[in-house]
């Protein structure tokens, strides 16, 4: 029986070997992820029952993703099969100025094509412990949306916990912009944990308070004790998390993060991170705070796990994470200097 279920796309990730251009590249390496299916995969590694809620083509490429999910110990009982083809993107690892570059070749998509009708969410979400979903999904299109949340209502209603990562994605939200915001700021009424902050939930959600440009202003008034709480207060959320990334090249970054409650703000420990690969390191991060929460942990130390284990997933090729728990916990107690263990 799973214990946390998940919902979203997963495609076929196509990069260039190393830090190749895509206009060098004579091969490319094959991973499969997409946020939802990454955090399932993550969560399996802790030691958590997972389940992940999807729609893939009845063909080779459908089965490919399904045994990567199995290999990693997810209960795949709960994917459709049907629809025309495996979604894929073509990732282009950047370095030091070079920033990454993502180009999508989504469209049409199985879980594009899915509807309510596709997925009996009752007996899927019977007796969980916590649902997650993010943003990506529910602008797939409408029917999407709608399938997403039913998931989320009948979630809550079977007493789960319910989080949401807002997920922005710059190349998903080129029209229908307000019709997008309005459809997920109503699914927000569901929502226990959700991974984001007052820049994320402006371009969301269409969120606003007074004139301030959340947008396009200071980073730091986001991510502030005011402006965090406030939003928790607009959505009624139990936490609001998001994480602190200062860039000082596609190579190098500081890293951190923060949660917020009604009542108080917490930041959490700072790491000076060399990336090898960036995709999937906001997945590790959720992944790594529901660990937290869903296993006891008070919120500052379910924070720095996630923070932990975020940093730990930027060293490692690919989407998923493939780190155990004890090895984040090492991280998240120690001075983090990278030395050989013998």
């Not at 099969?81 to 999508?104: A, K, T």
Request: aromatic share 10%; with cysteine; proline share 2%.
């Amino acid at each position: 029986m799973a214990e946390i279920v998940t919902m979203g796309e997963i495609m076929l990730r196509l990069s260039p070997p190393g830090y190749q251009r895509f206009i060098q590249a004579t091969s490319f390496d094959i991973n499969y992820g997409g946020s939802e299916g990454n955090i399932a995969v993550c969560l399996s590694n802790y030691g958590h029952n997972t389940a992940y809620i999807t729609k893939l083509p009845k063909n080779t490429m459908g089965d490919c993703v399904v045994a990567t999910l199995r290999k990693y110990g997810v209960d795949c009982s709960a994917i459709v099969r049907g629809g025309n083809r495996v979604g894929i993107y073509f990732l282009e690892n950047g370095s030091s100025v070079r920033p990454s570059s993502v180009v999508y070749d989504r469209a049409d998509s199985s879980m594009a094509q899915a509807t309510s009708d596709d997925f009996d969410f009752e007996a899927i979400l019977k007796d969980i412990k916590w649902f997650h979903t993010s943003g990506i999904t529910p602008v797939l299109n409408k029917e999407v949306a709608k399938a997403t949340k039913k998931a989320m209502m009948i979630a809550k209603k079977n007493g789960a916990i319910v989080s949401f990562d807002l997920n922005y994605r710059v190349k998903l939200w080129a029209e229908e912009i307000e019709e997008k915001q309005k459809l997920i700021a109503d699914m927000m009424q569901y929502v226990d944990v959700c991974f984001g902050n007052a820049r994320d939930a402006a371009m969301v959600l269409g969120y606003k308070d007074g004139d301030i440009d959340f947008i396009n202003g200071d980073y730091s008034i986001c991510v502030n004790e005011e402006n965090m709480q406030k939003v928790i207060k607009k959505y009624k959320f139990k936490y609001l998390v998001s994480s602190l990334r200062e860039s000082i090249s596609a190579s190098d970054n500081k890293y951190s993060a923060v949660v917020a409650t009604e009542d108080d703000i917490y930041t959490g420990k700072k790491y000076m991170l060399h990336i090898t690969d960036r995709v999937g390191s906001g997945d590790a991060f959720a992944s790594g705070f529901i660990h937290g929460l869903i296993t006891g942990k008070s919120k500052e130390e379910a924070l720095n796990f996630a923070i932990a284990s975020s940093a730990i997933k930027h060293t490692i090729p690919g989407d998923l994470n493939f780190t155990i728990v004890e090895e984040v916990e090492k991280l998240a107690t120690s001075s983090g200097e990278g030395r050989v263990v013998r």
